[in-house]
């Protein structure tokens, strides 16, 4: 599944972009990327993606067996970043768990539909019965939208669950997609 990468995709205005492992010499690029997404976006990640320390250490020490991450590339430039984490172990070890950032100068291209296509075939391909993506109603509507256009569905919401940059609370929106050893759901 792994010797799939890079890939090339055409994007809505005839760009190429490529798909492809996260490498270790890929740092500076990943904080360039981080840098250019906006903070209020930056805020709903898990971690702090400002953090230099933390970024290093996701990119010294990839574990494909725990978090698969994705990046597409327009020409030198790190443009979209997916990852997909997943458990080695216990009941949710058939789930996994997916985030997807994209850089906004390439929004509105596909690019973001593009990389979810390629999560979830991963998913399918790692034997995965179900995808999970956790979103904050309200600032991240679109990608809510998204997901609802590739059959995601709406599990639960945890009302007034997560706070914005400015301290505006916002619903928790758990999503999730139920894979099928093939791709006769779409």
Not at 74 to 91: D, F, K, N, S
Request: negative net charge.
């Amino acid at each position: 599944m792994f010797e799939e990468y890079p890939k090339q995709v055409i994007l809505k205005d005839g760009q190429e972009a490529i798909f492809r492992l996260l490498r270790t010499t890929d740092f500076q690029a990943l904080m360039d990327f981080f840098g250019r997404i906006p903070e209020e976006e930056r805020w709903y990640a898990k971690h702090d993606l400002a953090d230099e320390e933390l970024v290093r250490s996701w990119v010294d020490h990839i574990d494909l067996e725990r978090a698969v991450p994705v990046v597409a590339e327009v020409g030198e430039r790190l443009v979209a970043q997916a990852v997909l984490h997943r458990r080695r172990y216990g009941c949710t070890s058939h789930i996994g768990r997916i985030r997807i950032m994209v850089d906004p100068q390439y929004r509105g291209k596909r690019l973001g539909t593009w990389i979810m296509f390629d999560i979830i075939n991963l998913g399918v391909s790692l034997g995965l019965e179900k995808l999970e993506a956790r979103f904050a109603s309200g600032p991240e509507d679109a990608a809510i939208r998204g997901c609802r256009k590739l059959d995601f569905y709406e599990a639960a919401t945890l009302p007034r669950y997560v706070k914005s940059l400015g301290g505006e609370y916002h619903d928790l929106v758990v999503m999730i997609k139920r894979l099928h050893a093939g791709w006769d759901d779409f």
